[in-house]
T-cell receptor, first 113, second 115 residues
């Protein structure tokens, strides 16, 4: 089983729609969780951290369910500029700094005009 | 305020040659991380370095790969005797130090193509 699993997509969604991505992780001791965004052939960029209480940043909402080892990302009122690959990222327990972030393979999203 | 700088952006090598990838961290950052992204796969951790120290190299292949972060100059990821399977995007990231928050700042990557 992969450490971080995501549906690769692609998700083709009309502009203005709501889209949700899911991610599961295998290490129950994982401490921190993130969603990164990666545009084609470019560097990943942090979209948002994910907290147990759930958190929202504008049109983006992230949720964490530790019991089910499940992370979600919801995008409301999707824009053309949201087209990208969304990476689910998990930081395992222990260690210093940010090393050994474990990345999922990503979910590809295309917003259709 | 320059971000993480990687060069070259693209690197083409023939099988058996050496590849050297460079990474200059953000100003004030003393920790560097290298990740590799194979086609259609997620980023995989390779190595974590501090100035003049390798902190964690558990993701590095045992042979042909090495990394350094000297006191002066950029971090270097070196791949000797490259093979086609080394073709990938290599991303470098930096952070300020031990107590940094989760945010990693990534460079634009080096796309290595082995012919």
């Amino acid at each position: 089983r992969k450490e971080v699993e995501q549906d690769p997509g692609p998700f083709n969604v009309p502009e203005g729609a709501t889209v949700a991505f899911n991610c599961t992780y295998s290490n129950s001791a994982s401490q921190s969780f993130f969603w990164y965004r990666q545009d084609c052939r470019k560097e990943p960029k942090l979209l948002m951290s994910v907290y147990s209480s759930g958190n929202e940043d504008g049109r983006f909402t992230a949720q964490l369910n530790r019991a089910s080892q499940y992370i979600s990302l919801l995008i409301r009122d999707s824009k053309l500029s949201d087209s990208a690959t969304y990476l689910c990222v998990v930081k395992p327990s222990g260690g210093f700094g940010n090393e050994k972030l474990t990345f999922g393979t990503g979910t590809r999203l295309t917003i259709i005009p | 305020n320059a971000g993480v700088m990687q060069n070259p952006r693209h690197l083409v090598r023939r099988r058996g040659q050496e590849a050297r990838l460079r990474c200059s961290p953000m100003k004030g950052h003393s920790h560097v991380y290298w990740y590799r992204q194979l086609p259609e796969e997620g980023l995989k951790f390779m190595v974590y370095l501090q100035k003049e120290n390798i902190i964690d190299e558990s993701g590095m292949p045992k042979e042909r790969f090495s990394a350094e972060f000297p006191k002066e100059g950029p971090s270097i990821l070196r791949i000797q005797q490259v093979v086609r399977g080394d073709s990938a995007a290599y991303f470098c990231a930096s952070s300020p130090g031990w107590t940094s928050n989760e945010k990693l700042f990534f460079g634009s990557g080096t796309q290595l193509s082995v012919l």
